[in-house]
Every structure is written in C-alpha cells, then in structure tokens.
C-alpha cells in the first residue's frame, strides 16, 4: 500500500480571519487540504478565496442554522436523529457546490459530532451514495464507517485544546511517528485569531499558521521523503 498523507485545515468558513489564515497556510506553507462550514455567516466570503484550493465539507451539525431548515438553530446538545443527519448533510453538499463551483473532496465533521451514533449513521448514507470519504478519528469508529460501506482514513493524527497542538516539534515527532503506507490523516487548525466568532481556540490557531508557513516545515518533510496530499482521487 503506498502512503497518502493529508495535511487538512479544519473550519474555512467558520470566520473570516480563520478562512484567511488557512489561505495562507495552503498557499505559502505546506497545508494540503482544507474543509469548509458552509452554513455561517461568513461562508460566502470565503468562497471567494477559495480557488485552487483542495476542500471538502466540514459538516456543522452544532452551530448556526441547519439548511435544510433554516429555522432551525443548531447546537450542541440538539438531539440528532440519521433522517435529519442525512437531510442536512445533503444540504450543505450541495451548498458546497453552489458556493465554490466544485464537489467537495471528502468529508469531516465540526467538533466530532459523528461520534454520536445517529449522526455517523445518517452521514455514512449520503457518503456512501457519493462515493465520499468520511473522516475516522479512532479505531472503532474506522471500523463502523468501514461496516457502512464507506471509504475512511487508514490513520489519524491530531488534537485541539488549551495549547496550540502543531508546534514545530510536535509536527516533526508526528511526521516520524506516522504510519508509511495507506491514507494518513493529520487534522490541524491553522489561521489568525477569530475576528467575528467566539471560540476557544483563537491564539492556537497563529501558533500553528506559524508552524505551516516556516521554513522548517517544509524542510521536515523533505527530509524524510515526504510528500502532502488531498482527497481528491483518493
């Protein structure tokens, strides 16, 4: 099997100076792909910057309104049912595609909210019907996506907490640790801190848009015979 590494930027969309910093991140530093919430305020902006880029659907399921019902506010401890999951799935796909002209390259989920049953459930079945790959984040949900008939990623990398995950050193250890063969999966949240957006990882975000546009980063891949890639074709 040979090796697919990604290197993807969660949240385009989510605010402007994120979508701008993630920009940055693909196009002066090593970030190779990029997933998009397609039902903020600020999607429509971004959409704007996102030619060339490799991006797939960040699927929201926690914030701002559903599209499929726009009425519909949605939050974090909303009750989920697959009917709606795959209602609205479908939804911001085809918003996607509305928005930057393209299908999206795969799919993850904001804040890993297919941990839920119901919400793996009803994303699996529009990914399954669009060939899409659906974002594994451990082994036994690997397994599940897998059970539903839908392509995932082999490996996972990737965290975000009180302190930015993707120092220098953390990258350079997580390049040597990485699996060297199948689809490997490095999440990571690159940007400037939020301008409009509350969120709790705002500083972080230019600790690792630092991290991905330096020099070193780029130098460590080579080093180890390394090469980034997308969804796309996967």
């Keep these: 099997m040979t090796l697919r590494l990604i ?3 969660d949240d385009f969309g989510y605010d402007p100076a994120v ?7 693909m196009r002066a530093g090593v970030v190779s792909s990029t997933t998009m919430i397609v039902n903020s305020p600020h999607s429509d902006g971004a959409a704007m910057q996102a030619k060339g880029l490799a991006i797939g659907l960040h699927l929201n399921l926690v914030r701002f309104s559903a599209v499929c019902e726009p ?3 949605l939050k974090d401890d909303d009750e989920l049912d697959a009917g709606f999951v795959a209602r609205e799935t479908e939804a911001q796909l085809q918003r996607l595609r509305a928005l930057i002209g393209r299908e999206a390259t795969h799919i993850d989920v904001h804040k890993h909210a297919h941990l839920r049953p119901s919400v793996l459930e009803g994303l699996c079945a529009v990914a399954r019907e669009r060939e899409l790959a659906v974002r594994s984040i451990n082994d036994a949900m690997r397994a599940q996506v897998r059970a539903l008939r839908v392509k995932t990623n082999d490996a996972f990398l990737g965290d975000a907490g009180t302190d930015a995950y993707w120092t220098l050193e953390r990258w350079r250890e ?3 640790a990485a699996p060297r063969d199948g ?5 990571c949240h690159p940007g400037y801190t939020p301008s409009h957006v ?3 990882y705002g500083a972080q975000r230019e600790v690792e848009l630092a991290t991905f546009v330096s020099p070193e980063a780029r130098a460590a891949l080579t080093e ?3 090469v980034l890639s997308s969804w796309a074709g996967v």
């Design 71 to 73: 009425s519909r506010e």
């Design 19 to 25: 979508t701008r910093g993630i920009g940055e991140s």
């Design 198 to 200: 509350k969120s709790g």
């Design 174 to 176: 997580q390049l040597d």
């Design 7 to 9: 290197l993807n930027a």
């Design 224 to 226: 180890r015979g390394l």
């Design 183 to 187: 689809v490997v999966e490095l999440m």
